[in-house]
């Protein structure tokens, strides 16, 4: 016991490293992506997962990479401002510190999908830890079947990394659908739910991988319409999200059923959750 | 006394245990009556042990009672666990200053100073190793335990006087401490006078207990002690069936008994404060009013507060009845899949800090099916 415990004191996994800020790009209204410097030690990250990123005398929040995790330079986190850390995040200009610990959670499945269609439903701010995972299908094209981006927003101004995903479309390697809940006369997109998009794709759905991601209603929402559709539900992956406070599993705070959000996922397969995924206030 | 055989300490025998913890540099704590409770502080020695009291508990209820003789440790459990020791309610994690460039972080001084547990139950040694599974095992160890850990010597005491709310049989905790003890004693109180049976169970252990004045334990001191454990085992004053108990709760989660006992569970958070198990923690920052510096503390936190699962856009479990039911699966079914063991020791806190009353064993029956717990007691 004395032994294990002294080997675990070294280090407080609870410490963050101060990195440097680079890079602030505005996304939409209220949304920026903000560049980092990576801290010394950093080992690179996997799509979707995320790091908890501190402001002093505010707290720690966890915010998921959204750049590409192959491209060498500094690591991207989209974030909204909507609670005190996130809205003092996003305000951070080139030059200012913060806190980073990380990278923490799972991965989407990009490279055990090689050989299948590909389909990704991201709602709202979901796409941000999809991003990643869009990267590296595009830098690997050759290496999957048929891949679609479904994407739904509030708006059409909410739309995320708008011209990337027009370039994207353009190049034709990967079939895009946006559609928004609502929208002013000049949108000629479509108007309604991301699940609505799915029988305007072709893909194989027994073969295929799905990656989603989005609130958890409209994450049950696509499940049930991959379902439908006929892909096996270990196929079809969710990212969760609840309360974090350490993100090593310690805290507590993000347990969904047995499982800690933190560690055990985000990401986590479909047939692992559906049973949870029907019970109301878990 | 030189070997691992049992051996007898007298009542001076036990203040030189104490006096011999302190003069190994430990600072020694213990059971000691303070507000009407056994609560467990800095002692120096047998004065400050609960000498004559006993405790009697039930759902809502806790009062100390005189036991009308001389035992030092004739009480089950009070309010304080070890926890409090080995995971501390409040916890500086580190501080931050600001810089011309942004700020700099600096792990706050963490020198725990070794600390000596006497009186540690078998429930309450049971509840030290789930924890150890929480803070060593996992992929990141938490360093502030470990070095609280490494720093501790425990001696067990067994108990002898179960509580109305015990059921440690059930949950194969007690009432006999064996194992993961450094020291343990079993007090004995009969005609062959008021003495501590004392077994080691450690090398360090070892190495105190050769320097106490012990004499060898004699076949009637093992029986006598044996027979404490026996008449404690026998009186427990709750049990709880286990049998399946993992997939019972985890396949009944629309159970109609939730709703039942979110009528009657406060939310007060009462029963996770006192569980020697319950390790949730939330993380607070402080700063001075010119954001000169900062620290981040950690504390104890609830899953029965609303603030425990917010998330942007709300709480993910904004009723009672989903916190309660979150509580009590985590505890006795979903811990089994974190950590490989149950959460519940059966130490009986929970039912006896309930301010109304719900007792975890007469729920776990309810579940079952079954009208009332079976008492055992």
Excluded at chain 2, 186 to 196: Q, V
């Amino acid at each position: 016991m004395s032994a294990m415990a002294a080997g675990a004191a070294a280090t407080d996994p609870m410490l963050p490293a101060v990195a440097r800020v680079v890079g602030r790009r505005r996304e939409t209204a209220d949304v920026w992506t903000l560049e980092v410097a990576p801290p010394d030690g950093w080992a690179g990250f996997a799509p979707g997962q995320f790091n908890m990123l501190y402001l002093p005398g505010l707290g720690e929040v966890p915010i998921s990479m959204s750049g590409d995790p192959a491209a060498p330079g500094p690591i991207r986190h989209t974030v909204r401002a909507v609670g005190a850390v996130s809205a003092a995040l996003a305000a951070l200009r080139p030059g200012a510190a913060v806190g980073l610990r990380g990278p923490y959670g799972s991965a989407w499945p990009v490279a055990e999908a090689a050989g299948a269609d590909v389909v990704v439903m991201a709602g709202g701010l979901g796409l941000a830890p999809l991003r990643p995972a869009l990267y590296r299908l595009r830098a690997e094209r050759a290496r999957y079947g048929r891949v679609a981006l479904l994407y739904g927003t509030r708006s059409p101004a909410d739309i995320l990394f708008r011209r990337e995903l027009e370039r994207w479309r353009r190049q034709l390697d990967l079939e895009i659908e946006v559609t928004v809940d609502r929208a002013a006369g000049d949108w000629r997109g479509s108007v309604g739910v991301v699940t609505r998009l799915l029988p305007r794709i072709a893909f194989e759905p027994v073969s295929s991988v799905a990656l989603v991601c989005g609130p958890e209603v409209m994450m049950r929402f696509a499940a049930d319409a991959l379902l439908d559709a006929g892909v096996p539900e270990p196929r079809i992956h969710l990212s969760m999200e609840r309360n974090m406070r350490c993100a090593i599993g310690q805290c507590g705070h993000c347990q969904f059923g047995a499982d800690f959000v933190c560690k055990d996922g985000p990401v986590m397969s479909y047939d692992r959750l559906r049973a949870r995924l029907k019970i109301r206030e878990l | 006394m030189t070997s691992d055989r049992p051996a007898v300490l007298t009542l001076e025998g036990l203040q030189g245990l104490i006096e011999a913890l302190a003069a190994e540099g430990y600072r020694v704590l213990g059971p000691t009556r303070r507000d009407g409770a056994i609560v467990y502080d800095a002692i120096a020695g047998l004065d400050d042990l609960p000498a004559g009291w006993g405790d009697e508990q039930d759902g809502g209820r806790y009062r100390l009672v005189e036991r009308g003789d001389a035992a030092l440790f004739g009480y089950a459990v009070g309010p304080h666990s070890w926890k409090r020791e080995l995971h501390p309610p409040h916890l500086t994690l580190f501080r931050t200053r600001r810089e011309a460039d942004g700020f700099s972080v600096e792990a706050a001084a963490d020198e725990p100073e070794p600390t000596a547990f006497l009186g540690v139950r078998a429930c309450e040694l049971a509840a030290i190793a789930v924890q150890d599974r929480t803070f060593l095992e996992g992929p990141q160890a938490d360093p502030h335990y470990a070095r609280r850990r490494a720093g501790s010597f425990l001696v067990a005491v067994n108990c002898g006087e179960p509580a109305g709310t015990c059921f440690c049989v059930s949950m194969e905790t007690g009432p006999r401490a064996r194992g993961g003890y450094d020291l343990a004693l079993t007090e004995l109180l009969d005609a062959a006078g008021h003495r501590f049976l004392l077994e080691v169970g450690s090398e360090r252990g070892r190495a105190l207990a050769e320097r106490l004045d012990a004499r060898p334990a004699e076949a009637a001191d093992l029986a006598a002690s044996r027979a404490v454990s026996e008449r404690a085992a026998g009186r427990m004053g709750r049990r709880m069936e286990t049998g399946g108990i993992k997939a019972l709760l985890q396949e009944n989660q629309e159970h109609a008994r939730w709703d039942q006992v979110a009528e009657r569970c406060l939310s007060c958070a009462n029963c996770t404060m006192v569980c020697p198990t319950c390790f949730c923690t939330t993380v607070e920052d402080t700063s001075d009013l010119s954001g000169e510096t900062a620290a981040r503390v950690r504390r104890w936190d609830s899953c029965f507060t609303l603030d425990f699962s917010y998330i942007h856009g709300g709480t993910v479990r904004g009723s009672t009845k989903a916190r309660y039911r979150q509580w009590m699966t985590h505890k006795l079914a979903s811990w089994y899949d974190q950590f490989g063991v149950s959460g519940c020791v059966g130490c009986g806190r929970c039912i006896a800090w309930c301010p109304v009353g719900i007792d975890i064993t007469e729920e776990v029956a309810a579940i079952r099916g079954e009208k009332n717990p079976e008492s055992a007691g």
